[in-house]
């Protein structure tokens, strides 16, 4: 067997009584015997195993803390929730929010005095806290508004932002269509990033992605406000469906073409007479069952 | 009791290995104190064949951390070689000298170098043994010890 052999056989105590002779007649025996026995001068100190063994099982009691993971944990917890809900306490807007359902109106006041005429079917949300920085108003719907003069005041809505300084003016915001009209002091209107600024008497009308600017009648309010409601150069779709809204009804007007343009107006106390309004200048007739009302051409 | 039957088996292993690691100046015996500690108040989540590896991992993580606040005051940490008596003057002077140069040798290992060799060769654990302590192939021992044992005897054949 080879030297090096023998001496990686010693170091692993792996030497077979016939190799440890043959690494005894090795030149480097007694040299490495040597460092053996001297290396044992270094040998770590005995430790008293009884003794830590002892310390070590008798600790366990101080030492162990079975939920002592937990109560920290639970503090930082409490800190994080305490901490959070101050946070949103602070910071979330405090929305007050007014809805109208089917076939009702309401008035509301902002904290301004500014006025909103909320008509059907709409819902109108703003943050009261805020109010003082900036004067906005979301709207789902139809209104219309009595602005108080002061700072800019916006109406957001789905489809575009209405922005004033003191008018009044009405927006109207329903499925496929975005209307304002101005009545009073000037409005901007702000749609898919473009701008238009309306004069009293102007209209600003969205209908199927289209847009149309227009002057109208002089009226000094909307006419809904004043429980009817009107319509110029509208599909007739919209007239259903603002009709459905008002009375709270549905419409089924199946084998007509309801995007024939109307013009024309409705009243909101008298059914027959709102239907015959709708009815009768294109030649339709009308069949009412219950909740339900069927158009029918003549 | 397994636990004091393990106990009395491996505390004092233990304590060597960190002994011939770090040297005696960190307290290795109270990190293979607090390694066992931890193994009997976690006894029931450690498996009895893992238990072994256990302690001498945290033993030696509880070590390392204490190096990390020690750094300088390791580098001039020594082994220091037992008193003895019972020989010839001139023998004493001669062992002696040999042994301040074998201490000198030692120091001047690499710190896994000094680990294995000296477990080897003191603790008289074989190759395997210590593989499976490092956590490293029974080969990569084999080198280490071999590497060791070249270096000392030429260091004490220069010096």
Same mark, same amino acid.
């Given at each position: ?36 026995? &001297? ?23 101080? #030492? ?14 409490? +800190?994080?929730?305490?901490?959070? !809900? ?7 807007? #405090? ?10 109106? #309401? ?11 909320? $008509? ?9 806290? &805020? ?9 789902? !719907? ?24 003191? #008018? ?12 304002? /009209? ?9 749609? $898919? ?18 847009? /149309? ?14 429980? =009817? ?24 007007? $199946? ?10 107006? /409705? ?5 027959? &007479?709102?239907?015959? &309004? ?21 | ?30 990190? %293979? ?8 108040? $976690?006894? !029931? ?10 302690? /001498? ?58 680990? %294995? ?24 021992? =084999?080198?280490? +010890?071999?590497?060791?044992? !070249? ?9």
């Amino acid at each position: 067997m080879r030297r090096e052999d023998l001496i990686q056989k010693w170091l692993d105590h792996a030497l077979t009584p016939e190799e440890f002779e043959a690494f005894k007649q090795l030149e480097d025996y007694e040299e490495l015997t040597k460092m053996q026995s &001297a290396l044992q001068y270094f040998k770590a100190p005995e430790v008293d195993v009884d003794a830590a063994y002892n310390t070590v099982t008798t600790t366990r009691k101080d #030492t162990s803390k079975p939920t002592s993971w937990f109560k920290p944990l639970l503090k930082i917890a409490a +800190i994080l929730v305490i901490g959070f !809900g101050t946070y949103l306490y602070a910071t979330l807007p #405090t929305l007050t929010t007014h809805e109208t359902i089917a076939a009702n109106k #309401t008035l509301v006041k902002l904290p301004d005095t500014s006025e909103v005429a909320l $008509n059907a079917v709409s819902s109108l949300s703003f943050d009261e806290d &805020a109010w003082e920085e900036k004067r906005e108003v979301n709207l789902d !719907g139809e209104a219309y508004f009595k602005v108080a003069k002061g700072k800019t005041f916006n109406v957001i809505t789905d489809d575009g932002i209405v922005t004033v300084l003191g #008018t009044e003016f009405n927006v109207k915001q329903r499925d496929d269509l975005f209307e304002v /009209f101005c009545y009073e002091g000037s409005v901007k209107v702000t749609y $898919n990033d473009t701008s238009v600024v309306l004069k009293p008497g102007q209209r600003y009308l969205i209908l199927d992605g289209k847009e /149309f600017r227009n002057e109208e009648e002089n009226r000094k309010e909307p006419t809904w406000i004043h429980n =009817e409601s009107s319509f110029k150069s509208l599909p007739l779709q919209e007239v259903i469906q603002e009709f459905e809204r008002q009375y709270n009804v549905t419409v089924k007007a $199946n084998n007509i073409d309801t995007s024939q343009i109307v013009t024309g107006s /409705f009243t909101h106390s008298d059914i027959d &007479a709102a239907l015959q &309004a709708i009815t009768m200048p294109l030649k339709l007739k009308y069949q009412k069952k219950q909740n339900s009302i069927i158009l029918k051409r003549d | 009791m397994m636990f004091s039957s393990f106990f009395k088996k491996h505390y004092q292993s233990l304590y060597s290995y960190l002994y011939y690691k770090f040297g005696d100046y960190l307290n290795p015996e109270d990190k %293979a104190q607090e390694a066992f500690s931890k193994l009997w108040q $976690n006894c !029931g989540k450690v498996k009895p064949e893992k238990a072994k590896s256990y302690v /001498f991992t945290i033993g030696n993580n509880m070590m390392l951390n204490e190096v990390k606040h020690h750094k300088v005051v390791l580098q001039h940490q020594k082994i220091k070689p037992k008193s003895h008596t019972n020989e010839s003057p001139e023998f004493l002077m001669q062992e002696q000298e040999y042994l301040q140069k074998l201490e000198r040798a030692i120091e001047n290992l690499t710190e896994s170098e000094r680990t %294995a060799f000296l477990m080897n060769r003191i603790e008289g654990k074989r190759h395997k043994e210590i593989a499976a302590i490092l956590g490293i192939s029974s080969k990569a021992v =084999e080198k280490r +010890i071999y590497r060791a044992l !070249g270096k000392l005897r030429e260091e004490i054949k220069e010096l």
